[in-house]
């Protein structure tokens, strides 16, 4: 009998093709995601799902979809939005599509530093709004990276190429937290593995890269955002989960920090009344870490692979479990 697979959204490229020659195919036709209701209904005798990092994918659902569900194959490197135990537990593997997203988020969390440090965005809004006068000697004073403190939490592969971008282009001193000892790191890019509070209080410019779980859930608390320094600039293309928002909000009122830019946030989207939408001191991107061409086609190839080779009972491409 022929499997069949649900993909909650459209995906670039020629990738589906492959899976439809090889299963039934159902692709939710909307620009934005099913709603939990719809993916109740939609999972149901699914051999395969094809999510993205907005469907909550619970043990619950799993159930739902039914004995046959073999294979969840989710089309971002992170993948809090699955619980991967429950999925475990019943013999279903889960795929993400880590490496060729590496460089555009890298790229991203660089262009949010520079946005934030440089006031790029209400800068440009002004001249946008026709309310540019003149060349200000004392305007739009931004904070320089060039020789000062890099500060990585969570030294991965986007930690460590984020890195390599600001410690090789702009000369920065690197502190890093890490699990595990790097001394790749150490040796190529003169790093430092540290412990957070000083890595917080010894850098200028922080950038978040850690998985989202339990352990790293508003990791930079009111407390963790305290230890910074005032002229700091905080960068997050990670989860918006690992920073507790409120205290980011009150830490850019006060002006305890210098900005922030974020590309991720919660909810996604923000509200457009929230405070950190509204605020001059934070840039926020619409989760655009890995939306290049390249990286969004790649992606696509290797999350129908993780499907294909799931639905035949072989190891995934690229397996969570
Ligand atoms: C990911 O892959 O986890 C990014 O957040 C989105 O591409």
């Known amino acids: 009998m022929t499997q069949r697979v649900w993909v909650t959204r459209e995906i670039p490229g020629e990738s589906l093709d492959r899976l439809r020659s090889a299963c039934e ?42 004995e046959q569900l073999k294979v969840v194959s989710n089309y971002a490197v992170g993948f809090n939005n699955i619980d991967v135990d429950a999925a475990k537990s019943r013999g279903i593997s889960v795929g993400n599509t880590p ?26 809004k002004q001249v946008q709004a026709g309310e540019w006068k003149t ?24 930690g460590k190429a984020t890195a390599e971008r600001l410690v090789r282009g702009w000369g920065m001193k690197l502190l890093y937290t890490s699990r595990r000892d790097q001394s790749d790191v150490d040796n190529e890019l003169g790093g430092q593995r540290v412990d957070l509070d000083t890595l917080l209080s010894q850098s200028d410019f922080v950038s978040v890269h850690v998985a989202l779980n339990e352990q790293t859930r508003n990791l930079l608390d009111a407390e963790a955002i305290g230890r910074m320094p005032s002229h700091a600039v905080l960068v997050n293309t990670a989860r918006g989960e690992i920073i507790d928002q409120d205290a980011l909000v009150d830490a ?21 009344d929230h405070p950190l939408v509204k605020s001059p001191h934070c840039v926020i991107l619409p989760h655009i870490g890995s939306a ?23 190891p995934l491409r690229c397996s969570v479990t």
């Open 135 to 158: 060349w200000e000697p004392t305007g739009w004073l931004g904070v320089e990276p060039g020789g000062k403190t890099l500060g990585i939490i969570g030294m991965g592969r986007i």
């Open 252 to 272: 850019l009122e006060r002006r305890a920090i210098f900005a922030a830019g974020l590309d991720v946030t919660t909810p996604e989207p923000l509200p457009g």
């Open 25 to 66: 195919v159902d692709v939710w036709p909307e620009a934005t995601p099913p709603s939990a209701e719809t993916l109740r209904e939609k999972v149901v005798g699914c051999a395969g799902l094809l999510t993205m990092l907005s469907d909550a994918i619970t043990g619950e659902l799993m159930d739902v979809a039914g």
């Open 99 to 124: 490496d060729v997203l590496t460089d555009a988020t890298a790229d991203t969390a660089v262009a949010l530093l520079f946005a934030a440090s440089r006031h790029v965005v209400p800068a440009a």
């Open 292 to 314: 290049t061409d390249q990286s969004r086609h790649a992606m696509a190839e290797i999350a129908v692979d993780n499907v294909l080779a799931g639905l035949s009972g072989k």
